[in-house]
């Protein structure tokens, strides 16, 4: 089946909710340990929309299989043109390209609304997602160690970077 990419709407918020939540139970995507309701994605997605930053769906038969979006990597008008992504795929859909396409999609989004930097901020270990983003061009750009904790162990944190 095809995916296409498009704009989310509102009435993909519970297939975003779900795979939201899957990531915080499941992986170390997400450096969260309780899932979270529809009210938070709401508010999340109202911001996000308010704020210019894409909101992007993997569309397949009309459902949502994966999201992307971006927003402020820090505080401070001097990071206005940096931004950073966060991309998830529905596990029973990973590795079929679907993140590369979602990642292309916003990359292009970022240049169109003239972004410099594109920062990566990986929980590792998430090999599939370092090598996607060093296929996209993004270069490791520092490793804290032990900053996370998930899964009664302590994580590291990849940081990447793509000049646009």
């Known amino acids: 089946m095809t995916i296409a990419v498009r704009p989310a709407a509102k009435a993909d918020l519970p297939a975003i909710l779900a795979l939201h939540n899957h990531h915080i139970v499941h992986t170390l995507s997400i450096w969260r340990y309780a899932p979270v309701d ?4 709401q508010a999340w997605f109202e911001e996000r929309q308010s704020k210019g930053y894409p ?3 993997a569309d397949e038969g009309g459902e949502a299989v994966g999201y992307a979006s971006y927003g402020p990597f820090r505080t401070g008008e001097g990071y206005r043109r940096t931004v950073e992504n966060s991309i998830y795929v529905r ?3 990973q590795g079929r390209g679907i993140a590369r396409t979602l990642m292309l999609a916003l990359i292009d989004a970022a240049k169109a609304q003239d972004r410099h930097v594109m920062v990566a901020g990986i929980g590792l270990p998430n090999e599939a997602s ?3 983003h060093e296929s996209l061009g993004f270069s ?3 490793r804290l160690k032990e900053i996370g904790w998930k899964f009664d162990r302590p994580l590291d944190l990849l940081l990447m970077q793509r000049i646009l």
């Open 140 to 142: 490791e750009a520092g």
């Open 91 to 93: 596990g029973d859909r």
């Open 130 to 132: 370092v090598r996607l």
């Open 38 to 41: 529809l009210a938070e994605r």
């Open 55 to 57: 909101v992007l769906v």
